[in-house]
């Protein structure tokens, strides 16, 4: 399950700026999903001081709902195994700091299977620095003061030890540095030295207008409190009624923010999030055994969600909670263990001639689109796999505009057709440098290429196609699909079909990776205006191809996985992104949609807001349960 990511603020449910809050959190997940390689679960919780949760009139038992004490509880209930609380007061005293520490180790003792990480707040980040400059630009804004004839005053609380009020100062200057004012000031309004109060005295006897910046990132206690104590100041001196202070950080206020939220914040915000993921990453990463100091062997088996058992022990009937409905997650280092594993589904599948007789054919739709490393079936995981499949393995793809060196100057969508040649020799020599040729003479597949298959007339008549899919009571969203099917394969009807897809992103899986088997060369224009077009495509040929074979889906990490990353060393058409080697991982099922869930959950995504998950759910369906059911964490953390 992925991690949960809470931000903790001073700030309670019934606050006018909780919803502002709320909003700057929820906004923090497009931008993290393509860093950390999954879509995060952001929640925002308060952390008020206990008094002032008491004099909650309004509602408090919403304010109690999100409470931190309430929100942790709750995500470690869930099954969260890594939990992240990044703290946003910018003025974190030691009493909040005492108090997160308490409420984590409380929780902690209660779910100690869960990882609860926090890290401090650094007041004087460049981002803040930046975002707390912008708000006195925005008094200043229209005035006719110059510069010299403006003086900065930092109010903090002065709570707690003194490297908190050396920040402040350190703050100031920055501040003082980067606005360019006459003076600057500290005051705090919970420290002796020097008090708020003293300080506003002081600046009243110098020739100077005074802005005032809280540090603070809400109108919480901390700001109400300044805005107070600077009200009951200027009825005393009147000089002081020109003043200004600034808004705090977090509100938004136009035209400088978008969308009602700081940039700079949430930037900082996202920073943090990605480096305390990191971190935890990297102290995973530490733990993990050397390749070569490990010597115990791997062992290839079912991880399912209460259990796990080696594949060679695997008994009848088979335990529930080693499966996810029909599906199934298994680690598999070896040729034997992904052998143990089809011969199960062989088992299940029901297949003619006795529910134990193997498949003479089986029939494989490759994963090969490029040279990007590990985005294709590469020949390490398809020497596995056709190792460990008895009878005649069928290898099908069909051309693509894409799995060549450069070269070519015609319109692909027009005249692919008429540089045939060219194209079949660029298959032959993609084939050759990948090392996938000598594979599959190795173990005497055979290689159907549908591009071809259709080029060559030697598809079955559309009007056979048809009367297989009304004997079967399926409709087509997309009727011209069935012309498309190579002839041969009506003679091996009720054989398995697996659509042999790769972990490289969370709806690219088994279902996806059928779209190869429509001959055009180039594809754009079934891609469609959006994702629902896609995914109704792809199920259209799940449906067809249902018809004629036994389908099943597996997504493997045999060799190596893809995770995303824009700053990653691999680049492809898609964006750069890193590789993870050997993370020896496969999800498979005789149903292609539960396949894919379960990789696109281990690749850390949901389903549920997934509009190809959501199209799949439509057309193919699957149990709402393998979307709830627990995933292994180190397997998750495994590949993302």
């Not at 939220?261 to 530490?286: I, N, V």
């Not at 590469?378 to 499949?389: E, F, H, K, N, Y």
């Not at 180039?522 to 040929?541: E, I, K, Q, S, Y």
Request: proline share 7%.
């Amino acid at each position: 399950m992925p991690p949960s990511f809470i931000l903790v603020t001073e700030l309670t449910a019934y606050h006018p700026d909780w919803p502002t809050a709320l909003a700057q959190a929820e906004a923090l997940t497009e931008p993290l999903a393509p860093q950390l390689g999954f879509a995060p679960r952001i929640r925002l919780a308060s952390l008020p001081p206990t008094s002032h949760l008491l004099r909650t009139p309004d509602n408090p038992a919403a304010a109690l709902r999100f409470d931190l004490t309430t929100v942790l509880a709750h995500e470690a209930a869930a099954g969260r195994g890594d939990i992240f609380l990044i703290p946003t007061m910018l003025d974190f005293g030691l009493v909040q700091k005492a108090q997160l520490a308490e409420i984590t180790a409380s929780v902690r003792q209660q779910f100690p299977q869960t990882t609860i990480a926090y890290d401090d707040v650094d007041p004087c980040h460049p981002l803040l620095v930046e975002a707390w400059a912008q708000r006195v630009y925005q008094q200043l804004a229209g005035s006719p003061l110059k510069p010299e004839q403006v003086g900065l005053l930092l109010a903090a609380s002065g709570d707690g030890a003194g490297a908190g009020r050396s920040q402040s100062y350190r703050l100031m200057r920055l501040l003082w540095e980067q606005v360019g004012c006459a003076r600057g000031e500290v005051g705090f309004y919970r420290h002796a030295r020097p008090s708020l109060r003293e300080q506003l005295e002081r600046c009243a006897r110098e020739q100077l207008t005074w802005v005032i910046v809280p540090q603070a990132a809400w109108r919480d206690a901390h700001d109400d409190e300044i805005r107070t104590s600077c009200d009951e100041f200027s009825h005393t001196a009147p000089a002081a009624r020109t003043w200004r202070i600034t808004e705090p950080i977090g509100r938004g206020v136009p035209p400088l923010e978008r969308g009602g939220t700081t940039p700079g914040l949430s930037t900082w915000l996202a920073e943090r999030m990605l480096r305390l993921w990191q971190e935890r990453r990297d102290k995973f990463a530490a733990k993990e055994p050397s390749a070569k100091r490990d010597r115990s062997p791997q062992i290839s088996r079912l991880r399912g969600p209460q259990a796990s058992c080696p594949l060679t022990d695997l008994t009848e009937p088979l335990d529930d909670n080693l499966c996810y409905g029909s599906g199934y997650i298994a680690e598999v280092y070896d040729q034997e263990g992904l052998a143990r594993l089809f011969g199960r589904l062989w088992k299940q599948s029901g297949a003619p001639g006795g529910a134990s007789s193997p498949p003479t054919h089986v029939f494989i739709k490759v994963t090969w689109h490029g040279y990007a490393p590990g985005t294709y079936t590469d020949p390490v995981a398809l020497d596995m796999l056709l190792g460990a499949l008895p009878g005649q393995a069928v290898l099908l793809e069909g051309h693509t505009s894409s799995r060549n060196l450069g070269g070519a100057t015609w319109d692909w969508a027009t005249h692919s057709r008429q540089h045939r040649a060219w194209i079949a020799e660029q298959e032959a020599d993609y084939l050759r440098r990948t090392g996938l040729a000598e594979v599959i003479r190795k173990h005497k597949a055979q290689y159907l290429n549908v591009t071809e298959a259709f080029w060559d007339g030697r598809c079955a008549p559309r009007e056979s196609i048809e009367a297989i899919l009304r004997e079967a009571g399926v409709q087509l969203h997309h009727p011209s699909l069935a012309a498309y099917v190579p002839e041969v394969l009506l003679a091996h009807r009720s054989a398995p079909f697996l659509s042999f897809a790769r972990f490289k992103g969370p709806t690219r899986l088994s279902v996806a990776n059928l779209f190869g088997l429509i001959p055009d060369v180039l594809r754009t224009a079934w891609h469609g205006p959006n994702m629902t077009h896609f995914a109704r495509v792809c199920c259209d040929l799940a449906k067809l191809y249902g018809c004629l074979f036994r389908m099943y889906g597996m997504v493997e990490g045999l060799n190596a996985a893809v995770r995303w990353n824009r700053r990653g060393l691999y680049r492809s058409r898609w964006g750069n992104y890193d590789l993870i080697p050997h993370p020896g991982l496969v999800t498979f099922s005789r149903d292609l949609a539960v396949a894919d869930v379960l990789a696109s959950r281990l690749q850390g995504r949901q389903v549920h807001d997934s509009t190809f998950f959501q199209v799949l759910r439509q057309e193919l369906g699957f149990p709402e349960q393998i979307a709830r059911l627990p995933i292994p964490e180190d397997l998750v953390l495994r590949l993302t």
